[in-house]
């Protein structure tokens, strides 16, 4: 009986784990959706957003290091802080404007070019950032707080201890993921399926040359989609910052979501979430159940395999677009 | 076994062989979309067989399914004689039936020769030690298969593009090294789809030389769609016609130029 | 024209598929075989090799084998790290199990290990394509890793896990252990790659590599021409593999001596692998040499210009460095899509035409 | 009737040159012009350069690696060199490109409405729109709901055309419009262009392959071989040229040659010699 | 000049960790040479070189630096370690891992050129176990105790001393490990939160201790039942946790904050001419400590080798002398101006890790500061020697070398 208590609880947790997955493979499937980019730098984004975040809050000076060791001075902090609330804004706005410099400096030399590329591109942008993230705000760890809840969530502690005997463990900060998850994939699933921008960023991922000869400016919908994609790596690495402090490690959290996108399919909003609940519940309870026969830390490749396992009988992933093979 | 038919002799007086290939009742499905309803025709041994009909008919449809790209939900494939089952598309490859594509779907990556001698794989056999050694067998083969396929080029007269990238060339070469390809796998059944779209007139009687050609000196026996009733008249021995995935007239272009219902459906007024 | 062709005729088929066809091109060739075996042999010392020329020549065979799988036959992987761990592990175990066994053979036992490995982990690509096959074969690769990890009978129980590769050797020479000097180290790594790349060459120049490259072209057409998608397939995850394997082995035996395979061969591997195919030039064997080159070199090359020469900082001159790479990375594929290979062919064409611009 | 002459110029290729890749030329220096209101068409074989041309026109040869080295291309008497395509599809000027290009996972529909994609002037003027195209090809009024990418050749094609006449241009861009299209659906195709050069006054530039039906509905035509123009005029005056009639009509002096009785013995081109 | 360079990294998962580390290991150095002109008159050069914590980056610097003279290394990377340890061997070149890398290294018979001391992992297993029996009045029958580690070979390194430790110690050991880097641990917390141990040790590097702290104080663990290595137990670790992490312990073998008469002159010779590595941002901190402890280690070393050979300009050779008979007595820390930093150390030739002794330091989250709550410990050997002997008469076999004799 014990164990399927646990057994639940651990299923409850696994759904929250998957909506934090989820967060981060948003941000990948949105600029997949739009441009038929495999954006690796997706991570790495959230890493650099975090990072800004915070930067911006403790009133850091950035390129601090960079210009002590140019010139000697000992420049840290310009001594003040600023609310999370408008720290976030102007985060985004910096989001925006590295969208812009991404689409200037490396997307538009890059129009039409195959798949494999445009990945490496990213993968070179990843690299790029990380360095530019580190210059700018320096490598140590920072602690990120925007005032979000986090801990054992006492209410639902108490409910299922008087239901079960046994107190569920709940993380509010999950609870709040949740929330913000659902909300970001209601706006973003309506976006791309029902304006005229959206329509817009869909063929562009069809089709290069044909959008552009439509009119479609590429740049616009590659700044746009960009913007709200570091506007989703934003959320993410608040969301993940929030637990872990705001470091390196940050970015390989996209190495979390890949599985997900995998399995909801590359090019579907809401696959990204119910992804992100299976392989959430999916790989905490192979842990929980089978984990300690082979010896645990098995979450690593669980998520890839059963990912795999799920695209052998649907080779586009759960809710991504049918492959069209035709001759 | 199916019965033999008589073959038949063309107005040319070339001498038309028995059945190749027949089609049963064949029903194809996508999901909602019929594709192809019903349809029964024959191919037979030395003939040019056209395949016409309005876009969206299910002609390239009707091709997949000759080639075994898409398996038909009802009816029969009937092959040199035998029954096929459901089979894999280059299990049908093997028996000798070669094609070119609607959508030209040449290897982008490689050269025109390279590509040309894709179509000989099945010709060569060499274990793979001896292709990883490049020693015996797979030398050999590859310098006898590369004579046969320089005969092709000279045939098709692509001498001078040979090493050239195929994702370089205009769409017109692209085309005719299509045909190349699938001449070099000596097939006994030529499957062409649309072997004349985005050519002009010059071209298209050079293509018509080759198909005939091909049909003439190897007694290939051809099944072509074309939107060129010209081109089709001219060349074809027997035509079927398809509309929205049915049959609506079969015979030589004669007779199916004088079917009120070929003419509703897709002739319309005759220009010329 | 400094560079040309006219002149230079083919009286038989077999000529004109010879590899160099171009006699220019077959003496740079021989120029450098030369000086390969029989120059830098003698002047090598430790920080060339073990820095430089032996991670240059281990990456090459990775990259020759990546190159096949990925720009040969079109299947994307992200597997290359835990490919060369199969390759790593099985030689540990080899040469612990059998010591008296020459390590080549070890080596070469130990690439077809990887070559069976590959080809399981290679049969979901009958089904899936594309990135999410690249994203599946995360999971060999996190899957492998993982087993190393955990399965104490792979790393002969030692209490940490780790594997350290006893001292064999070759012709009386050590090859593996402390004691290597820097020519033996060279010369194994050498001998292997330039075999290794001849095969690559013949099996790409012949109907096989035809196959790979019809799949990765066109998969449907290839089929619809006789193809069959799953020998020709499996086929380039063996042979793959099998350079992986030999890759892993020779990184860990004779460069490393010793590893922990989440560190070792963790899926930056995967990416550094990949790096350098995509830099090199997919689907070329040169590519793939260069791009080892380049991705090798370039981060020693600027470590030594930012700490060495303008005395940065060693965290803001790694920041920048990282920066530098990204930005080149990015630069590289602007310029030239098709990577290094694609480069050097076009510099060709242009010197044929030198001094006419057309 | 329309007339070349009395209208103005709306388009002046002048004298280009094109390079793919840095180091093939592709146009040696191509002028033509075309007037307002009228339909021109570019004629040629395989490769002679009429899709590089339109590309140069609608600055969609970057993306192809492709440059104009040398030359001018003016539209409206305004230089269309550094002006990106979405700018020249907003000025009027949109190309229906060779080969189709559907976006494959939009619906029929969905594609029709992107083509509108530069449109200010309302939801209600494209649904009107999209119907008239609906009555142009009911075709794709049964198949609007469909994914373009399972649709026939056929039906790409008329998306395509569909997709450009939702811009509402000024002037359109045709490559090789007939392609792999029934002769009937051709005619009607060409009907359509037709239609819509005289109801709606656009300007169209098509280029094709089907010398007869182009000859038949343009006012003017260019014939273009092996990146050079060797020929142009009115459509009327092309028509009865010899050498057009032998190499792009497929006549004879007797009349209308068979294709089985073709010889692979040929004239030369006269302009070749 | 004598040459130790320093393999750091300051970038990469590890990064945080790694600067503050080579920031104490450099200022040491430079204090010296400022102060002191260097040791027994010879400056100290600290080439720096960026491993990355990567194991083929590291084989880089160590080739790039092991011609220029340098006598010994300090990689601060198990993997890393691990692999120059056959290589110092054959290059004669010391190899000193405070607190890290291979812990049967201990053995000086077989691993002639390595040193470890003043404790290793084995060492901080046992010494966190001791602490428990202190507070459990002397016994740990039927208790339960969890180890969270990472996994790799790090993490694994004291699992056979704990599994030992229970046997004897009547408690029952629970391995929960969690795989690199270990930005998510819910479903570890989450069985330990079933499974209720009466305390958790913990192996964790980088991302994952700040995960771990985060999440056992999520599912409210008490944290004083919680016990991190040291390389668990510095600032940067508890600080994301805030107030939560106030409780929780860490074994250290060095000292913290900055009360210790050192600090002012490094404050007088580094920091204010503006010579600290990085601006002297982490002074004083936890990691930073534990870097120049290294320093001060290796710096005792060259001075005793030079007072071996007579000579200033000593060679690896000399100094593995030196560090064979390193005597840091607690009267030469108070010298220093260290005192009570770290235990004495006294090595020798079979005798490569010292004594082992370390101690508790506690989290007081409100003042933002590690408290050391227990003296120097010694962990038991009796369970840790055997251990130590076996395995590096393992390596000894499988590598063939003959233990030397003393
Ligand atoms: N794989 C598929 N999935 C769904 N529908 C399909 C598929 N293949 C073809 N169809 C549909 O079947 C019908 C017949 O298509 P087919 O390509 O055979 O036409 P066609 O006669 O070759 O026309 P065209 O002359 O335009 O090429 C079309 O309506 C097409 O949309
Ligand atoms: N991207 C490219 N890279 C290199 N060469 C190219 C490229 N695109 C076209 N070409 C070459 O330019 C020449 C002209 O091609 P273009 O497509 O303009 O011809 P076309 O007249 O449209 O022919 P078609 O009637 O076959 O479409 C051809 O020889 C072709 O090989
Ligand atoms: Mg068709
Ligand atoms: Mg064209």
Known sequence: MDQVIFGAEVFLNGLMTGVMYSLVALGFVLIFKASGVFNYAQGVLALFAALTLVGIQDGQVPFAHLINAAFGTSLHHFGWTVPSILAIALTVLVMVLLAFLIEKLVLQHLVGQEPIILFMATIGLAYFLEGLGDVMWG????????????????????????????????????????????????????????????????????DHQAALSVGISLRFIWVMVWSIAGFVALVAGIMWGTKSGVQFSLSLIALKALPVLMLGGFTSIPGAIVGGLIIGVGEKMFEFLIGPMVGGATETWFAYVLALVFLVFRPQGLFGERIIERV | MMQAHEGYVTDDGRQIGGTVMELKNITLRF???????????????????????????????????????????????????????????YQVARLGIARTFQNIALFDGMSVLDNIMTGRLNKMKAGFLSQAMWWGAAEREENENREAVEKIIDFLEIQNIRKTPVGRLPYGLKKRVELARALAAEPQLLLLDEPMAGMNVEEKEDMSRFILDVNDEFGTTICLIEHDMGVVMDLSDRVVVMDYGRKIGDGTPDQVRSNQDVIDAYLGVAHD | MIYREAGDFKTSYRDDSQTFPIRLDRWGYYAILAVAFGIIPFVINDYWANAVLVPFLIYAIAALGLNILTGYAGQVSLGTGGFMAVGAYAVYKLMTAFPDVSILIHILLAGGITAAVGVLFGLPSLRIKGFYLAVATLAAQFFLVWLFNKVPWFYNYSASGQITAPERTVLGHAVTGPATSAPAKYLVCLVMAFLLAWLARNLTRGMLGRKWMAIRDMDIAAEIIGVDPLRAKLSAFAVSSFFIGIAGALLFAVYLGAAEVGEA??????????????????????????????????????????????????????????????ALIVTFLIVEPHGLARLWRLTKEKLRLWPFPH | ?????????????????????????????????????????????????????????SNLLASERGEVTKGTITYRGERVAGQNPASLVRKGIIQVMEGRHCFEHLTVEENLLTGAYTRRDGSAAIRRDLEMVYDYFPRLRERRKSQAGYTSGGEQQMVAMGRALMSRPEMILLDEPSMGLAPQLVEQIFEIVKAVNEGEGVTFLLAEQNTNVALRYAHQGYILENGRVVMDGPAMQLRENPDVKEFYLGMSDEGRKSFRDVRSYRRRKRWLA | DLVVPNLSYRTGPYGANGTQYADGFNDYFTLLNERDGG???????????????????????????????????????????????????????????????????????????????????????????????????????????????????????????????????????????????????????????????????????????????????????????????????????????????????????????????LYDDLQQYVIEPGKASQGGEHVGSAVYSRGMYAAVVIAEAIRKAQELAGTSDITPEQLREGFENLDITEERLAEIGLPDFGPPIQLSCSNHGGSGMARIQQWDAEAGQWNLITEFTEPDQEVVQPLIEEDSQAYATEAGITPRDC
């Open chain 1, 139 to 206: 490598a140590d760890i920072k602690t990120l707080d925007v005032g979000l809840p986090q801990g054992i969530s006492d209410g639902i502690e108490t409910l299922t201890a008087g239901w079960f005997g046994y107190g569920f463990f709940i993380d509010r900060l999950d609870i709040w993921a949740t929330v913000i998850a659902a909300l970001l994939v209601a706006a973003l699933v309506a976006f791309s399926q029902y304006t005229k921008q959206g329509r817009a960023m869909r063929a562009v991922a069809d």
């Open chain 2, 31 to 89: 999901g909602g979309v019929v594709a192809i309803k019903d349809i029964s025709f024959d191919i037979r041994q030395g003939e040019i067989r056209a395949i016409i009909g309005p876009n969206g008919a299910g002609k390239s449809s009707m091709l997949n399914v000759i080639s075994g790209f898409y398996n038909p939900q009802e009816g029969e494939v009937w092959f040199k004689g035998y029954r096929r089952g459901p089979m894999k598309p």
């Open chain 3, 265 to 326: 061969f963790g899926i930056n591997k995967s990416f550094l692998v990949l790096f350098m195919i995509i830099i090199g030039g997919l689907g070329s064997i040169f590519g793939s040499f260069a791009g080892a080159a380049f991705m090798v070199l370039m981060p020693v090359l600027l470590k030594n210009v930012l700490v060495g020469t303008l005395n940065w900082p060693t965290d803001l001159a790694a920041h920048i460095e990282l920066m530098i790479v990204g």
């Open chain 4, 1 to 57: 009737m329309f007339d070349a002459d009395r209208t103005e110029t709306l388009l002046d290729v002048n004298n280009i040159e094109v390079i793919y890749n840095h180091v093939i030329l592709v146009l040696k220096g191509v002028s033509l012009t075309v007037p307002k209101g009228g339909i021109t068409a570019l004629l040629g074989g395989n490769g002679a350069g009429k899709t590089t041309t339109l590309k140069a026109i």
């Open chain 5, 39 to 261: 040791i027994g008159g010879e400056k100290i050069q600290v080439p720096e070189c960026e491993t990355a914590y990567n194991t083929e980056k590291g084989v880089e610097c160590y080739e790039a630096t092991k011609d220029t003279g340098a006598l010994v290394y300090n990689p601060l990377s198990t993997g890393i370690t691990y692999q120059l340890i056959p290589k110092v061997a054959e290059d004669k070149k010391v190899l000193y891992t405070p607190g890290y890398g291979r812990t049967s290294a201990k053995n000086g018979k077989v691993f002639e050129w390595i040193f470890n001391a003043p404790a290793n992992y084995w060492d901080g297993a046992s010494v966190a176990i001791k602490h428990l029996l202190d507070e459990n009045g002397g016994s740990l029958e039927g208790k339960k105790i969890a180890l969270v580690y990472h996994n790799s070979a790090y993490g694994k390194e004291p699992i056979r001393t704990l599994q030992e430790l229970a046997d004897k110690h009547g408690f029952t050991l629970t391995e929960v490990p969690v795989e690199a880097p270990g930005q998510e641990q819910g479903s570890q917390w989450l069985q330990i939160r079933r499974e209720r141990p009466d305390y958790v040790i913990m192996y964790g590097w980088g991302v994952m201790n700040q995960v771990a702290i985060q999440e056992a104080a999520n599912i409210r663990f008490p944290m004083e039942n919680l016990i991190g290595i040291w390389w668990a137990g510095s600032e940067i670790d508890v600080q994301p946790a805030g107030a939560a992490a106030d409780g929780y312990k860490a074994v250290t073998f060095n000292g913290v904050g900055q009360d210790y008469p």
